[in-house]
T-cell receptor, first 114, second 113 residues
Framework: DAMVIQNPRYQVTQFGKPVTLSCSQT?????MYWYQQKSSQAPKLLFH???????NEADTPDNFQSRRPNTSFCFLDIRSPGLGDAAMYLC?????????????FGEGSRLTVL | KNQVEQSPQSLIILEGKNCTLQ??????????LRWYKQDTGRGPVSLTI?????NTKSNGRYTATLDADTKQSSLHITASQLSDSASYIC????????????FGTGTRLTVIP
């Protein structure tokens, strides 16, 4: 089945130790998003790619970076995770030009920072 | 300011009972509104979409309503099942594009036997 796949599902890291989360999609959607979701809160958009064009949200810390080497893959790099970065990270895709707002989410990667 | 507010924050109901979740928004100009279901530890999944001209839409036991004049939407769940236990998130799309989405904080529904 076409889907959005995130790896790893669970990631434990130490304070300050870099982490990379990956997302792949078989939907051939040209827009990919990274959201951060903390407990009992709404997902917060970190950035998104429209094809290769990177769009960073104004309040996304510099500690968060992203790469999209091709249509299918997108990575979230957290350079120096702090305790406050512990959260669920959700990758999502959507089809551009189709203004219905439907996002197709992956299962999420839960990050724990020790 | 574009905002989405959901109520109640949490809800506990008995299996088989009905319930209604509310979503109020101030997003303008409005494009559409989606309800997502998010199981614990999983990604959200779209349940239904409401556009400006639609008042009611059903998806199985889920029925969504939209009043674009009062900027309110509701999600009604009929004959609840244990598997309905989840967070339900209202997401409103701004007309400027599919990338301009405003999320509510969700309603946490627990269905008990």
């Amino acid at each position: 089945d076409a889907m959005v796949i995130q790896n790893p599902r669970y990631q434990v890291t130490q304070f300050g130790k870099p982490v990379t989360l990956s997302c792949s999609q078989t939907l051939n959607h040209n827009v990919m998003y990274w959201y951060q979701q903390k407990s009992s809160q709404a997902p917060k958009l970190l950035f998104h790619y429209y094809d290769k064009d990177f769009n960073n949200e104004a309040d996304t810390p510099d500690n968060f970076q992203s790469r999209r080497p091709n249509t299918s893959f997108c990575f979230l790099d957290i350079r120096s995770p702090g305790l406050g970065d512990a959260a669920m990270y959700l990758c999502a895709t959507s089809r551009s030009g189709w203004n219905t707002g439907e996002l197709f989410f992956g299962e999420g990667s839960r990050l724990t920072v020790l | 300011k574009n905002q989405v507010e959901q109520s109640p924050q949490s809800l506990i109901i008995l299996e088989g009972k009905n319930c209604t979740l509310q979503c109020n928004y101030t997003v303008s100009p409005f494009s559409n509104l989606r309800w997502y279901k998010q199981d614990t530890g999983r990604g959200p999944v779209s349940l239904t979409i409401m556009t400006f001209s639609e008042n009611t839409k059903s998806n199985g036991r889920y029925t969504a309503t939209l009043d674009a004049d009062t900027k309110q939407s509701s999600l009604h769940i009929t004959a609840s099942q244990l598997s309905d236990s989840a967070s339900y998130i209202c997401v409103v799309s701004h007309q400027t594009g599919a990338n301009n989405l405003f999320f509510g904080t969700g309603t946490r529904l627990t269905v008990i036997p």
